[in-house]
């Protein structure tokens, strides 16, 4: 009987969610930070970030985006 309950609670269960970690583009010498990133409603992938010299720098509040496209193999496309 416990054996029966415990079969049909791992069949009932969700499936666990699935996390990938990777960079969107290679490493640089540039100051990154405040990531987003979301998911629209056609499944493509869209992150945007700020990118300058550095903390406290005149050029830090510029920023960069990214777009993957759902279903494409290569790598995102910069905004």
Same mark, same amino acid.
């Given at each position: 009987? =416990?054996?029966t309950? &415990?079969?049909?609670?791992?069949l +009932?269960?969700?499936?666990?969610?699935?996390?990938k970690?990777?960079l969107?583009?290679?490493p640089e010498?540039?100051?990154n930070?405040?990531?987003? =990133?979301?998911?629209? &409603?056609?499944?493509?992938?869209i +992150?945007?970030?700020f990118?300058?010299?550095g903390?406290?720098?005149?050029?830090?509040l510029v920023?960069?985006?990214?777009?993957?496209?759902?279903?494409i193999?290569?790598?995102p496309?910069?905004?």
């Amino acid at each position: 009987m =416990i054996s029966t309950m &415990a079969i049909l609670l791992m069949l +009932a269960a969700p499936d666990p969610a699935v996390f990938k970690s990777e960079l969107i583009f290679p490493p640089e010498d540039f100051h990154n930070h405040s990531s987003s =990133i979301v998911e629209t &409603a056609e499944g493509d992938l869209i +992150a945007c970030w700020f990118h300058g010299k550095g903390e406290r720098k005149d050029d830090t509040l510029v920023i960069r985006g990214a777009r993957k496209n759902k279903g494409i193999p290569n790598g995102p496309n910069r905004l």
